[in-house]
C-alpha cells in the first residue's frame, strides 16, 4: 500500500473525466440535436454537410424565382387575353364594316369604335408591368443589331445562331423594293422573302430573321448596300432555376404593338378598307395566339421545373439529415451509459481517496 502517490485514485478520476467528457458530448448532441457540432466530431461529414446545406438552400431560393417566374408570365398571359379578345372584336367590327348595307355613317361609328380599342390595346402595352417593369413592350425579347441606320432587325427565332450576318440589300429609290443577297454566313439552303419593307429569312432547323427597312431608306448597288446584323441571342428575361451557375431558362416576350399585329391605322369608313382590315385582324389574332402559346409552353416548362427543384431539395434534405441530425434513441442510450458511467466513476474516486487513510490503521 503506498502512500505518496494513489494510483487507484489517479486512475479512478481518469476514467471519471473521460465518462464526463463523453456525457458532456452526449448531452451537447442531445440539446442541439446535431451530431456533429464542431469539425473534430466529423471532419469528412462536416465537410459534405455544409456542400448540402449550400445547395438546399440554393434549389429553395431558386424555386421562389421559378415561381416568380410563373407570375410574370400569368401576368403578361392575362393582359393578352384581354388585347386578344379585344382584336376578336375588332375582328366582328370589321365584318360588320364589310357589310353593303352599312352607311357611311355607320361605318363611322364603327371606326370610332375600332379607334377606341387601338387606343387600349397601346395603353395596355405600356401599363402592363411587374415589380415596376414593363412586360410587353419588347424589353424581354431577343435584341439584335444592324450597321445600318434605317434598317433594323425585327424579330429572329430562338433557333438562329447568334452571331454576326452579312448581306447585300440594294434599294435605289425610296418606294423600290429592297433586293436582297445573303452571304455564307447564313445556313445552306437560306431563303429570302421580300414584301414591301419587310424582308424574311428563313433556313432549316427553324432559322428564321425577319428585317424591317425605313421608307426612306436608299443604297445603291455594291459596298454601299453591305449590311452587317448583330444577332446577340441576349435580351430575354433570365430566370436562375437552379443552384449552380448556367442552370438558367431564358423568357422570351416579344413586343406587343399594333405594328407587330398588323393592325395600326385600321380603316373601315369605306367598304374596300374594312374588306382589308379584316385580313390585317386575322393577322393581329394570329400573332396574339403565337405569344400566348409561347408564354403557356413557358408556364409549363416552369412548374415542372418547379416540382422537380422541390423533389431534390427535399431528397437533399433527407440526405444531409442522416449527416448531421442527432439519433435521438441511440443518444439517450448512449447518455444513460455515461451518466452511470460517471456516477459509478465518483463512487470509486471516493473510495480510493479512502484507502490511505487505513495506512494509520498499521500505524497504531
Same mark, same amino acid.
Given at each position: 500500500?503506498?502512500?505518496?502517490?494513489?494510483?487507484?485514485?489517479? /486512475?479512478?478520476?481518469?476514467?471519471?473525466?473521460?465518462?464526463?467528457?463523453? %456525457?458532456?458530448?452526449?448531452?451537447?448532441? &442531445?440539446?442541439?440535436?446535431?451530431?456533429?457540432?464542431?469539425?473534430?466530431?466529423?471532419?469528412?461529414?462536416?465537410?459534405?454537410?455544409?456542400?448540402?446545406?449550400?445547395?438546399?438552400?440554393?434549389?429553395?431560393?431558386?424555386?421562389?424565382?421559378?415561381?416568380?417566374?410563373?407570375? /410574370?408570365?400569368?401576368?403578361?398571359?392575362?393582359?393578352?387575353?384581354?388585347?386578344?379578345?379585344?382584336?376578336?372584336?375588332?375582328?366582328? &367590327?370589321?365584318?360588320?364594316?364589310?357589310?353593303?348595307?352599312?352607311?357611311?355613317?355607320?361605318?363611322?361609328?364603327?371606326?370610332?369604335?375600332?379607334?377606341? %380599342? !387601338?387606343?387600349?390595346?397601346?395603353?395596355?402595352?405600356?401599363?402592363?408591368?411587374?415589380?415596376?417593369?414593363?412586360?410587353?413592350?419588347?424589353?424581354?425579347?431577343?435584341?439584335?443589331?444592324?450597321?445600318? #441606320?434605317?434598317?433594323?432587325?425585327?424579330?429572329? !427565332?430562338?433557333?438562329?445562331?447568334?452571331?454576326?450576318?452579312?448581306?447585300?440589300?440594294?434599294?435605289?429609290?425610296?418606294?423600290?423594293?429592297?433586293?436582297?443577297?445573303?452571304?455564307?454566313?447564313?445556313? #445552306?439552303?437560306?431563303?429570302?422573302?421580300?414584301?414591301?419593307?419587310?424582308?424574311?429569312?428563313?433556313?432549316?432547323?427553324?432559322?428564321?430573321?425577319?428585317?424591317?427597312?425605313?421608307?426612306?431608306?436608299? @443604297?445603291? #448597288?455594291?459596298?454601299?448596300?453591305?449590311?452587317?446584323?448583330?444577332?446577340?441571342?441576349?435580351?430575354?428575361?433570365?430566370?436562375?432555376?437552379?443552384?449552380?451557375?448556367?442552370?438558367?431558362?431564358?423568357?422570351?416576350?416579344?413586343?406587343?404593338?399594333?405594328?407587330?399585329?398588323?393592325?395600326?391605322?385600321?380603316?373601315?369608313?369605306?367598304?374596300?378598307? @374594312?374588306?382589308?382590315?379584316?385580313?390585317?385582324?386575322?393577322?393581329?389574332? @394570329?400573332?396574339?395566339?403565337?405569344?400566348?402559346?409561347?408564354?403557356?409552353?413557358?408556364?409549363?416548362?416552369?412548374?415542372?421545373?418547379?416540382?422537380?427543384?422541390?423533389?431534390?431539395?427535399?431528397?437533399?434534405?433527407?440526405?444531409?439529415?442522416?449527416?448531421?441530425?442527432?439519433?435521438? @434513441?441511440?443518444?439517450?442510450?448512449?447518455?444513460?451509459?455515461?451518466?452511470?458511467?460517471?456516477?459509478?466513476?465518483?463512487?470509486?474516486?471516493?473510495?480510493?481517496?479512502?484507502?490511505?487513510?487505513?495506512? &494509520?490503521? &498499521?500505524?497504531?
Amino acid at each position: 500500500m503506498k502512500l505518496s502517490f494513489n494510483m487507484s485514485a489517479i /486512475v479512478a478520476n481518469n476514467e471519471l473525466n473521460n465518462s464526463d467528457n463523453k %456525457l458532456a458530448e452526449s448531452l451537447e448532441r &442531445l440539446s442541439s440535436g446535431y451530431k456533429i457540432n464542431h469539425a473534430r466530431d466529423n471532419p469528412a461529414g462536416l465537410a459534405i454537410s455544409r456542400t448540402m446545406r449550400a445547395q438546399i438552400r440554393g434549389l429553395s431560393t431558386a424555386s421562389d424565382t421559378a415561381t416568380t417566374g410563373v407570375s /410574370v408570365i400569368e401576368t403578361a398571359e392575362g393582359t393578352l387575353s384581354e388585347m386578344q379578345a379585344m382584336v376578336q372584336r375588332m375582328k366582328e &367590327l370589321s365584318v360588320q364594316a364589310s357589310n353593303g348595307t352599312s352607311t357611311t355613317a355607320d361605318r363611322k361609328a364603327i371606326q370610332e369604335e375600332v379607334t377606341q %380599342l !387601338s387606343s387600349e390595346i397601346e395603353r395596355l402595352t405600356k401599363d402592363t408591368e411587374f415589380n415596376g417593369t414593363q412586360l410587353l413592350d419588347g424589353s424581354f425579347d431577343l435584341k439584335g443589331y444592324t450597321d445600318k #441606320a434605317g434598317v433594323s432587325v425585327g424579330y429572329y !427565332s430562338d433557333e438562329t445562331y447568334a452571331k454576326e450576318y452579312k448581306l447585300n440589300i440594294v434599294k435605289a429609290n425610296a418606294g423600290d423594293t429592297p433586293t436582297v443577297t445573303l452571304s455564307g454566313d447564313f445556313p #445552306a439552303g437560306s431563303k429570302v422573302e421580300v414584301d414591301g419593307n419587310s424582308i424574311k429569312i428563313t433556313g432549316d432547323g427553324g432559322f428564321a430573321i425577319n428585317l424591317d427597312i425605313a421608307d426612306n431608306y436608299t @443604297a445603291a #448597288a455594291g459596298a454601299d448596300a453591305d449590311v452587317t446584323l448583330d444577332i446577340t441571342g441576349m435580351g430575354a428575361m433570365t430566370l436562375q432555376i437552379g443552384a449552380n451557375e448556367g442552370q438558367i431558362l431564358n423568357v422570351r416576350i416579344p413586343e406587343i404593338s399594333l405594328s407587330k399585329m398588323n393592325i395600326d391605322n385600321l380603316d373601315v369608313t369605306t367598304l374596300e378598307s @374594312a374588306r382589308e382590315a379584316m385580313t390585317r385582324v386575322d393577322d393581329g389574332i @394570329a400573332y396574339i395566339s403565337k405569344v400566348r402559346s409561347r408564354l403557356g409552353a413557358y408556364q409549363t416548362r416552369l412548374e415542372s421545373t418547379i416540382s422537380s427543384v422541390e423533389a431534390t431539395e427535399e431528397n437533399l434534405t433527407n440526405a444531409y439529415s442522416r449527416i448531421m441530425d442527432t439519433d435521438m @434513441a441511440e443518444e439517450m442510450t448512449e447518455y444513460t451509459k455515461y451518466q452511470t458511467l460517471s456516477q459509478a466513476g465518483i463512487s470509486m474516486l471516493s473510495q480510493a481517496n479512502e484507502r490511505p487513510q487505513k495506512v &494509520l490503521q &498499521l500505524l497504531q
